[in-house]
């Protein structure tokens, strides 16, 4: 089976760094990934990890262990604008590559 | 700039009505898919398709077809609306990871 957990919301201040984390657990995993969805819009790419590690992006750093079927997304000197939905996602299936994504982790930045 | 695009932005419909959600992506993938977002329950698979003429259902069918005639285009249909079915749509087709359409709210009166 597939099953995704995150937290539901979070809140930040900006300037400061928050960390979004996400257990799965995946049949066939070959993949992690983070989207970005700002209310009312559709999801929008952040990064990928397919091995254990840090991947870094500017601002946002994605880490994957795929022993402990864990991801966390970082992201650092948060902006008001990065007040969204923040969605896991882990891709299974040779070829195809279907996602299961977990319900999203809503974050706000405050002043 | 690749692109997933879905016909309609916002859309009422009323109950009984049938529905057609059209999604075209310029990006030649083989898969493409539908999902429906709710709030609290996230994103759901309604239908999938791997090649032209292909379907396979999803998580939550019910309610739903789809059609696949040509690669590009990926069209979900509600035979029947119902209130029910009020809820964003999203489309998605993948090469590395998924790119999604800009949405479609329905609402069902």
């Known amino acids: 089976g597939q099953n995704i957990d995150q937290p539901t919301e979070m809140t930040a201040t900006e300037g400061a760094i928050v960390q979004i984390n996400c257990t799965y657990q995946?049949?066939?995993?070959?993949?992690l990934f983070w989207y970005q969805q700002h209310a009312g819009e559709a999801p929008t790419f952040l990064s990928y990890?397919?091995?254990?590690g840090l991947e870094e992006k500017g601002r946002f750093s994605s880490f994957l262990s795929r022993s402990k079927g864990y991801s966390y997304l970082l992201l650092k000197e948060l902006q008001m604008k990065d007040s969204a939905s923040y969605l896991c996602?882990?891709?299974?299936?040779?070829?195809?590559?279907?996602?299961?994504f977990g319900k999203g982790t809503k974050l706000s930045v405050i002043p | 700039d690749v692109k997933v695009t879905q016909s309609s932005r916002y859309l009422v419909k009323r109950t009984g009505e049938k529905v057609f959600l059209e999604c075209v992506q310029d990006?030649?993938?083989?898969?493409m898919f539908w999902y429906r977002q709710d709030p609290g329950l996230g994103l759901r698979l309604i239908y999938f398709?791997?090649?032209?003429?292909?379907?396979e259902k999803g998580d939550i069918p019910e309610g739903y077809s789809v059609s696949r005639e040509k690669k590009e285009r990926f069209s979900l249909i509600l035979e029947s609306a119902s209130t029910n079915q009020t809820s964003m749509y999203l489309c998605?087709?993948?090469?590395?990871?998924?790119?999604f359409g800009s949405g479609t709210r329905l609402t069902v009166v």
């Open positions: 996602a882990a891709g299974s299936g040779a070829g195809s590559y279907q996602l299961t």
């Open positions: 398709s791997y090649d032209v003429k292909m379907k």
């Open positions: 990006m030649d993938h083989e898969n």
């Open positions: 990890n397919v091995l254990d």
């Open positions: 998605a087709s993948s090469g590395y990871g998924y790119t």
């Open positions: 995946t049949s066939g995993f070959n993949g």
